[in-house]
């Protein structure tokens, strides 16, 4: 039996060998985590100094986001060009379809900037994963969701504190309500615990295990695809390319809708910072 082709580094497992199919004597080389590592481009792994290909398709993805919507707003025209009217529909949908909708337009309009650059940037991270050449989805990566479900986080404690002081914050944090009677105590803590610890968690996560598991099912068909084209497998591979392209168009839906969860979180979050406690 064959093994999979590895690099220099032991933890650097290739997708598959070229010569790799179900009759030629090597096992289906099934992605795991070891497609999701990824050698440093420059620097060292060792020193946690370096720099690589997520973070590469990070850095491009904020060039791209900035150079949109600096090439369609730069010369603004009452009649818009195509691009414009492009960035400006996408614009217009973040602020009046979610934060206008959750926050209303007087306290939600000092936020849309926030918004719509959440919403832009997770979905550009989210469309690396079916760009050819790069083919992988940063947010898929716990790093980068926790990055953007921490700062979100610190803004929604913050407000809160600055809108409600320290006791209001506390009874906004804890779901105080007198009315619960002899279930108060436990009921306040769960809330705390729900609302300060695993909120920020499953904001990220909830992301996160999206472009993991929708990556993962990709990477499965395309690798199965190329492994079943020897003999009779050629039937089976076929099936295989149709699933990919199936996949590619569920998984093109699933970027956006997770790019629209996370920054309509957001805003509930936002909103419940800004809220009269009940």
């Not at 289906?28 to 792994?45: K, Q, R």
């Not at 009874?171 to 309500?177: A, L, R, S």
């Not at 190329?226 to 093109?252: D, K, P, Q």
């Not at 956006?256 to 996370?262: D, H, I, K, P, R």
């Amino acid at each position: 039996m064959k093994e999979p082709a590895v690099s220099a580094d032991p933890t650097q497992v290739l997708a598959f060998e070229t010569d790799c199919h179900i009759f030629s004597g090597c096992g289906f080389p099934a992605p795991g985590l070891h497609s999701f590592l990824f050698e440093p481009l420059w620097g060292d792994a060792d020193s946690n100094l370096y720099f690589n290909k997520p973070m590469l398709l990070a850095l491009l993805g904020s060039i791209v986001i900035v150079g949109f919507f600096w090439a369609a707003f730069r010369k603004p025209k009452v009649v818009p060009g195509k691009l414009q009217m492009v960035a400006e529909t996408g614009y217009d949908f973040i602020r009046r379809g979610i934060v206008y909708e959750t926050l209303g337009k007087r306290e939600g309009e000092k936020y849309v900037p926030l918004v719509v650059s959440l919403f832009f940037f997770v979905w550009m991270m989210n469309l690396w994963s079916i760009i050819p050449v790069a083919q992988f989805p940063v947010t898929a990566i716990i790093a980068y969701p926790a990055v953007l479900a921490i700062i979100v986080y610190v803004l929604w404690v913050s407000l809160t504190f600055k809108r409600h002081g320290f006791v209001g914050a506390f009874k906004n944090f804890t779901g105080y309500d007198k009315s619960l009677g002899p279930v108060l105590p436990l009921a306040m803590l769960i809330e705390f615990f729900s609302n300060l610890l695993i909120r920020p968690f499953t904001h990220a996560v909830r992301l996160f295990a999206n472009m993991f598991a929708g990556h993962t099912l990709l990477l499965l068909f395309t690798i199965a695809s190329w492994y079943l084209l020897n003999g009779i497998g050629f039937a089976y591979a076929g099936v295989s390319f149709v699933m990919t392209i199936v996949m590619t168009a569920f998984e093109l839906f699933i970027q956006a809708l997770q790019a629209y969860v996370f920054v309509l979180l957001t805003c509930t979050y936002i909103q419940g910072a800004l809220a009269k406690h009940h």
